[in-house]
């Protein structure tokens, strides 16, 4: 392994340390195999060998999709690049139609990655979420859980919530809802993401509503 390709997991617990293989990009074309392991949580996660703690790898990690053209720059909040800005206004003139995003963790990564992957618009579904949340008061963190579309019209929207105990629940958020959203998205140029690696996210929502 060179230097590139290597991290060291400290355990959060007991302080053990542990050399790990690094992957700084993923492309989902060629690597399928580490696409999987990304959807499952996997790749980054790590169990340490003398206390048994789970922790996961944070070191910035970018995935490709050369397929369905999008890419998703996971960036860990204790690993920020300024570059990180130049180089996504770069890939925006290179590569014009491709979808650009920024997350901060792994479960942002994989929700990304199924919304992309499914055909749906990330900003129609935060907006579905934003709806979904102001009618039912659900609180927590919200995760995209699932999309069906037929005829090009979505038929089904599944939400999980994340609570603050820990728990989960899931929710079926009516179609139209996201329907609506989708629309409100195309009409209104504010709603389109700028060029580079935008992070699309509820704050990012909520500051596209005041
Ligand atoms: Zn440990």
């Not at 579904?125 to 005829?151: C, K, M, P, T, W």
């Amino acid at each position: 392994m060179n230097e590139d390709s290597k991290y060291i997991c400290r355990c959060p617990v007991c302080g053990h340390c542990a050399e790990v293989r690094k992957y700084p990009s993923v492309n989902a074309s060629s690597e399928p195999d580490l696409r999987l392991k990304i959807l499952d949580g996997s790749l980054l996660r790590w169990v340490c060998p003398a206390c048994g703690e789970t922790t996961y790898a944070e070191y910035p990690l970018l995935y490709h999709d050369p397929g369905r053209k999008f890419m998703i720059w996971m960036v860990p909040y204790s690993a920020y690049d300024p570059n990180i800005e130049e180089y996504g206004l770069k890939v925006a003139r290179l590569l014009p139609d491709y979808t650009c995003r920024k997350v901060d963790n792994v479960l942002r990564l994989a929700e990304k990655i199924q919304i992309f992957e499914q055909g749906a618009s990330d900003v129609a579904v935060e907006l579905s979420e934003y709806v979904f949340r102001q009618e039912s008061g659900a609180s927590g963190n919200f995760f995209f859980h699932g999309i069906r579309f037929d005829g090009g019209l979505c038929r089904e929207l599944r939400i999980s919530v994340v609570k603050a105990d820990g728990g989960h629940e899931y929710y079926n958020v009516s179609p139209e809802i996201y329907t609506d959203c989708e629309a409100i998205v195309e009409r209104n140029p504010d709603m389109k993401p700028g060029p580079g690696f935008v992070r699309v996210d509820y704050s990012w929502i909520m500051s596209k509503l005041k």
